[in-house]
């Protein structure tokens, strides 16, 4: 099954452009594309990816788009020139899992695309920047060792490697796990999911991901 992608872009030649490369690399089919965030999740039922053009020209906001697209249960990479930061930061508040510069290599754009689509955070150096000038971003004061677990944990390590890895038992590092997603909350920043968690551990500075 090829990966579905919905594009959100307003200027028609950046837009066949970027869809002409995604439809050529093998494996991703470009499914619906629009100027505006409705028109995008009014020609689709689902989508496994977005790129979203942060800065579009009817006025929406980030956060506007992103609610619009939620049905369409994808995950939202910004697409954008990177000089907007604090559209970067408002889409990821809103739930964006990352972004891809417009002027990025076809190789960086179509593996992007691939690991949005498997459900990875796209933390390139601007997009953690962005995160990092974010004061809306509420410390959650995590201990040594909870900063120690999530780091393991948020990687992609499972409960077991991270108890084998800190000499602790498993139970004692879900117990961890557990105090790390409620303090998260606590702050608004909620974290159910291990995604989540890797979120969380890259806006802290606690997980790197390089392109």
């Known amino acids: 099954m090829p ?16 869809a002409t ?32 053009d942060l800065s579009l020209s009817d006025g929406s906001t980030p956060a506007e788009n992103l609610r619009t697209l939620e049905p369409l249960g994808a995950s939202v ?5 990177g000089d907007q930061p604090h559209h970067l930061r408002e ?3 809103a739930g964006a899992v990352g972004m891809i510069n417009k002027s990025d290599s076809l190789e960086v754009i179509t593996s992007s695309v691939r690991r949005a689509a498997q459900g990875h955070i796209l933390a390139t150096t601007e997009w ?7 004061h809306q971003f509420v410390a959650a004061h995590l201990s040594r060792r909870e900063s120690e677990v999530l780091s393991l944990y948020a990687s992609g390590e499972t409960a077991e490697r991270v108890a084998q890895a800190l000499f602790l038992s498993r139970e004692t590092v879900l117990d961890h796990i557990r105090r790390i997603r409620a303090k998260y909350a606590a ?3 909620a974290a159910p999911t ?5 979120r969380r551990a ?10």
């Not at 990966?3 to 970027?18: S, T």
């Not at 291990?194 to 890797?198: G, H, M, P, T, Y």
Request: glycine residues 8%.
């Open 21 to 52: 490369i995604l439809n050529r690399s093998g494996g991703i089919r470009v499914a619906a594309s629009g100027a505006t965030a409705a028109e995008v999740a009014s020609r689709a039922r689902r989508l496994d990816v977005i790129l979203l």
């Open 187 to 189: 702050v608004d920043r």
């Open 91 to 93: 889409a990821a508040r």
């Open 194 to 198: 291990k995604v989540d968690l890797f």
């Open 128 to 134: 953690a920047a962005a995160l990092d000038a974010d």
């Open 77 to 81: 990479v910004a697409y954008t020139a």
């Open 202 to 211: 890259v806006e802290d500075g606690l997980v790197l991901q390089n392109r």
């Open 3 to 18: 990966v579905l992608v919905g594009i959100v872009e307003d200027h028609p030649a950046m837009l066949f452009g970027i």
